[in-house]
């Protein structure tokens, strides 16, 4: 049993939001919150009161969400910023003044006493006025120790509630920042935050290292979101500080993965698949000899259960593929092919995978079908599709698809046509199912602009997710194949379990 001992303040809306390109609005903010809340974590820096309009309204929001987590506002040493976050009714400031020479010279303009005062004020400013108070020195890890102390001390006397060092730039190297952490815990009976970013890629081992140096609080975002590189990513801290050290938080493992979706979704930034913990990949096995090592016993090619962090094992088919992973799916599928069957198999895989391609769900189940002689109907066919577009006019589609002999026709806009075209397609099946687009990836397979398209698409009927492709020398055209390709084999697999809607 691990003890929770840790406190975690997850600031994907702040500074994961700080990411050029990103923005979530109020409603968005409200969610994710709520999905931290119930993921456990301690502290929710939602964002910074003084930005914008859109911004106090989310942080009122949360504020009035009724969330165990404290709802946390970012503010500089300036009155303006703790003022707005008292409009916002938020519980904390992270309190936040620049300390190395390089950022009070040509940043601030302020002499080292000047910033001690400013601290000083503004800290018993917030603390009179009800907010608990974190203090953080910005490139704290590039200022004196001796001044950081002196900063520090200056809180402790006002009466702050925390303090934080952040690693701006992200220069750290996990033995210093252990040294770092074991001096200011030893001077300092607050509790120590600490805030890591990903320039060098070590701020998961840097806040680990600040842990074992006495740290009591971790600043994290989902996904390792967070300006140029990143920030320390609250995935890969928190089960690290479980798995290897046994030191605990109040998160719950479990809800890790869904929570990381969630902010994949709404933040409209793709996980990297080899993202660990939370990645695609992180789980999946293509190798004929990590596939047959992992049905033997998983813990040959995995070092933890998948299902520790909400994950799923998956067996991925391209030109590594192994026999034992084709039987394994086959006996899955409930089937029982013959040797000559599996080697059939083996052979059409490893010949899609030498043309450098992965094997998508809609493409193993087609060669499972043909040489098990499985039948396979098509559901829905393209009977037309007109595609207007131009720079005058708002990219439109009209599709008209034969289910049955029966025709359905809907039309859709989008920011370009290939999003138009999708739209209209996601009408008429969602109309008549209930089966979702999740992810859409393109890419050439030659240069040029007669380029081969290939598209792969990942479609979920709420139980079952599949992947499938369309490759075609117009991007339109692999675009609806693909769309075809996967919700036909969702639609069959349906029928062949006996539970189709009866309009399809
Ligand atoms: O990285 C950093 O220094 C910060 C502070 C502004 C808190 O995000
Ligand atoms: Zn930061």
Redesign the pocket.
């Known amino acids: 049993m691990v003890k929770p001992v840790v406190r975690v303040l997850d ?1 994907t809306l ?2 994961g939001e ?1 990411m050029p390109g990103l923005a979530f609005n109020s409603e968005q903010k409200l969610e994710i919150a709520m999905a931290l809340d119930d993921l456990g974590v301690d502290i929710i820096e939602a964002g910074s009161a003084i930005i914008s309009e859109g911004e106090r309204d989310a942080l009122k929001k949360l504020s009035r969400a009724r969330l165990d987590a404290e709802i946390c506002s ?1 503010a500089r040493g300036v009155k303006a910023d703790i003022d707005a976050a008292l409009e916002c009714g938020v519980d904390s400031v ?1 309190l ?1 003044l620049p300390t190395s020479d390089l950022h009070l010279r040509y940043k601030l303009r302020k002499s080292r006493s000047q910033l001690k005062e400013t601290a000083a004020e503004m800290a018993r400013y917030a603390l009179d006025h009800g907010l608990k108070v974190e203090l ?1 020195a ?2 704290g890890t590039r200022t004196a120790p001796s001044f950081l102390k002196e900063f520090f001390s200056v809180g402790v006397e006002e009466g702050v509630h925390r303090l ?1 060092v ?3 730039v992200g220069v750290m190297t996990p033995e210093r920042m252990q040294e770092l952490f074991l001096d200011l815990t030893r001077t300092f009976k607050l509790p120590i935050a600490v ?1 890591c ?1 990903n320039d060098f890629g070590l701020a998961t081992a840097n806040t680990l290292a600040a842990v074992r140096g006495g740290a009591q609080e971790v600043h994290v975002t989902v996904n390792g979101l967070g ?1 140029r590189a990143g ?1 320390a990513s609250l995935e890969e801290v928190v089960l690290s500080l479980h798995h290897f050290y046994k030191v605990g938080t109040n998160v719950d493992l479990k809800k890790l993965y869904r929570v990381s979706r969630l902010v994949e979704r709404l933040a409209g930034l793709p996980i990297p698949p080899n993202k660990a913990v939370v990645g695609e990949n992180a789980f999946s096995h293509e190798s004929g000899i990590h596939t047959h090592g992992v049905l033997k016993h998983p813990l040959t090619y995995e070092p933890i259960s998948p299902e520790v962090v909400g994950q799923r094992r998956k067996f991925v088919f391209g030109k590594h593929v192994g026999t034992s992973a084709i039987r394994n799916e086959l006996r899955q599928m409930g089937l029982k092919p013959s040797e000559e069957q599996v080697k059939e198999i083996f052979n059409q895989v490893k010949r899609l995978g030498d043309r450098g391609k992965l094997v998508t769900d809609a493409e193993w189940r087609a060669i499972v079908d043909s040489v098990m002689g499985r039948s396979f109907e098509e559901i829905l066919k393209l009977k037309e599709l007109t595609v207007v577009s131009g720079n005058k006019i708002t990219p439109t589609a009209s599709v008209r698809l034969l289910v049955h002999e029966k025709e359905f026709t809907d039309s859709g806009v989008g920011v370009g046509p290939v999003d138009a075209t999708i739209n209209a397609i996601r009408k008429i099946v969602e109309g008549m199912s209930n089966i979702r687009l999740q992810e859409y990836h393109v890419d050439a397979i030659s240069g040029g602009t007669d380029a081969m398209v290939n598209v792969v698409v990942k479609l979920t009927d709420g139980k079952r997710i599949i992947t499938a492709r369309g490759a075609s020398g117009d991007i339109i055209m692999a675009s609806v194949q693909a769309m075809l390709n996967g919700v036909n084999r969702l639609l069959w697999d349906k029928r062949l379990k006996g539970n189709a809607k009866r309009k399809i």
């Open positions: 600031t702040r500074d700080q970012f992270h936040v953080s910005e490139d934080c952040c690693d701006t805030h970013h300006e920030n």
